[in-house]
């Protein structure tokens, strides 16, 4: 029998902290002979944390601080010109004055000349400078030649493959990963990351997300500013442009949304339209609805919100299994409902009563079909409350969980990148997830 467990990270991401980088595979023997194993994925981005990338970041910081170097050269040159080519003319004219004389000066005019020379005494310490200068330019030369060799010796060794054969080769190995990721199957939660803040951009309340059912390649943004009465929807080409502020459409929702617990799956958003229990999707390609429905007997309009208000009656979620509402009946008496949602015909396919207050939740995330509850939406927040769909059960956890902003009005997990979105008083905020994975072989009790 061999059991084998595994920390899983996120596959794939634009999100890795500066911090972060590769990690090794380890193993150990557990008391009970079983094996442990823990499996740290690495990100998309740690391609450029191996040495030859990281020299050439080292040669471009070297090639930045030749000019900057150079420019404060050339600012103090220009100054010295100036001067030398005041002195100039005063020498001009004290030769002038010179040759005029014909040998013959009073005492006056000798102590003018003796004056004047005076004044052209600092001259002598310019033109020292000048060739120190002279010698600095020439140590500078020698290092950009010496910078485009070792750039071209890089360029040699990285070899004969153009920037689109190895974005194609880095997407291709990105891909494996993902697959490689899901291969290994779900977990529990057992760590969140530091923040990593992507943009501050809008109000204190809103929602922002990408499609959690979209290739890899797809990188779309939308962006939702504000929780109630809002209709319009921006979409931005990728994480990048997002980031920006730049290449995006408008979508103006039909009907108005209420809350910020919305979500993109494939292709289409997933709402609480404003002052109903109505769950709408809207399909962005045609821009249109596709369906509405009642959620049977969930509170809307700050009847059962979270700890923060803000319409957040109605949560929708994405995890690994499909999509989910959280919300609360008056049946339920405040407690929190997750359903499981037919997202072609919007229809409950199951419904939990977790027991848990809503109105004592700072927010909710799914992760393979295990509601996880924070505790507030304040600063000092943390993951507190889990509850397993899968057994109908419950268990009470201490995840830490960094509030940076102080203000959490948003928070999604997305399965795709292994990662949470939030909405933290205006900052668009990125965690990674760690998760924790028992996987037994067929030989197994």
């Known amino acids: 029998m061999t059991t084998v467990r595994l920390y899983l990270v996120p596959p794939e991401t ?42 050439l970041r080292q040669l471009m910081e070297k090639v930045q601080n030749v000019s900057q170097s150079m420019e404060v050269l050339e600012l103090r040159t220009y100054r010295d010109l100036q001067y030398v080519r005041g002195m100039e003319t005063l020498m001009r004219s004290l030769d002038a004055r010179l040759r005029a004389a014909d040998g013959s000066l009073s005492a006056k005019s000798f102590q003018e000349l003796k004056d004047r020379m005076a004044e052209l005494l600092p001259l002598s310490s310019v033109l020292e400078q000048y060739k120190a200068d002279t010698r600095t330019i020439v140590r500078l030369r020698e290092e950009v030649r010496n910078l ?36 290994l199957g779900c977990g529990k939660l057992t760590g969140v990351s530091n923040p990593i803040t992507i943009r501050a951009m809008g109000s204190r309340f809103g929602s922002w997300m990408t499609d959690t059912m979209a290739p890899s390649a797809d990188s779309r943004v939308w962006y939702m500013d504000g929780y109630y009465k809002g209709r319009r929807v921006l979409e931005f080409r990728t994480l990048g442009d997002f980031i920006k502020g730049q ?109 848990y207050p809503k109105r004592s939740a700072g927010e909710a995330f799914m992760i393979c079909g295990v509601l996880y509850v924070t505790n507030s939406h304040l600063a000092g927040a943390k993951v507190y409350f889990a509850y397993f769909t899968n057994t109908s059960s419950y268990e009470y956890t201490d995840v830490p969980f960094h509030n940076q902003y102080s203000h959490i009005s948003m928070l999604d997990y997305n399965p795709r990148e292994r990662a949470l979105y939030t909405w933290n ?3 668009q905020v990125l965690y990674n997830v760690t998760l924790f994975h028992v996987i037994s072989t067929a030989g197994d009790p």
């Open 14 to 55: 634009l999100f890795q902290s500066p911090e972060e980088g590769w990690q090794l595979y380890t193993s150990a023997q557990a008391p009970d002979g079983k094996c442990i194993c823990t499996a740290v994925i690495p990100a998309q981005s740690t391609c450029s944390r191996d040495g030859r990338s990281r020299e």
């Open 247 to 355: 290449n995006f459409i408008q979508h103006l929702l039909p009907q108005p949304w209420a809350g910020t617990g919305h979500v993109v799956y494939n292709g289409s958003l997933f709402y609480n339209k404003y002052q109903s229990n109505v769950v709408v999707k809207y399909h962005f390609r045609s821009r249109s609805v596709l369906v509405q429905r009642n959620l049977p007997g969930a509170g809307y309009n700050n009847t059962f919100p979270y700890s923060w208000g803000g319409f957040s009656d109605m949560d929708f979620m994405v995890d690994e299994s499909g999509l989910w509402a959280v919300y609360t009946t008056n049946q339920n008496a405040g407690n929190i409902v997750v359903s499981r949602l037919d997202p072609h015909t919007l229809e409950v396919v199951r419904s939990w009563d977790t027991g």
């Open 148 to 183: 485009s060799g070792s750039l071209a010796a890089i360029q040699e060794e990285m070899g004969a493959y153009g920037y689109e054969d190895l974005q194609q080769r880095v997407m291709a190995l990105e891909a494996r990963l993902h697959a490689c990721a899901q291969k």
């Open 425 to 427: 008083n205006g900052h």
